[in-house]
């Protein structure tokens, strides 16, 4: 959980900074490009976060490698169909 966590401070944490900045400092421009910079790190988080539960907790990755075999016997019946 401390890299999950973690990984959610580093990547949204420049959003929240720059949200801050534009809030309190009326002299600073919002650019439009700096918030879908700011933005794209944080949406990182949302596609790494997935492969980090695949990765680093064991009942996830039980379920995960469980599925695969499933799947993987399921097309071995399926082949055995297609031979007769």
């Known amino acids: ?19 801050l ?5 009326s002299k600073l421009s919002t650019d439009q490009n700096g918030m879908f910079a700011v ?8 596609c790494i976060n997935p492969f980090i539960y695949a990765i ?4 996830t990755k039980c379920v995960l490698l469980g599925l695969i ?9 399926l082949e055995s169909l297609d031979d007769t």
């Not at 959610?8 to 900074?17: E, G, K, Q, R």
């Not at 900045?21 to 400092?25: A, D, M, V």
């Not at 933005?39 to 949302?46: F, N, V």
């Not at 680093?56 to 009942?59: D, G, V």
Request: aromatic residues 20%; glycine residues 4%; positive net charge.
């Open 1 to 19: 959980m401390i890299l999950v966590c973690g990984l959610y401070v580093i990547t949204w944490a420049p959003t929240y900074i720059y949200s």
């Open 21 to 25: 900045l534009i809030t309190f400092h």
């Open 39 to 46: 933005l794209s790190i944080g949406y990182l988080y949302i």
């Open 56 to 59: 680093k907790f064991k009942p």
């Open 69 to 77: 075999s499933y799947m993987k016997n399921n097309m071995q019946a």
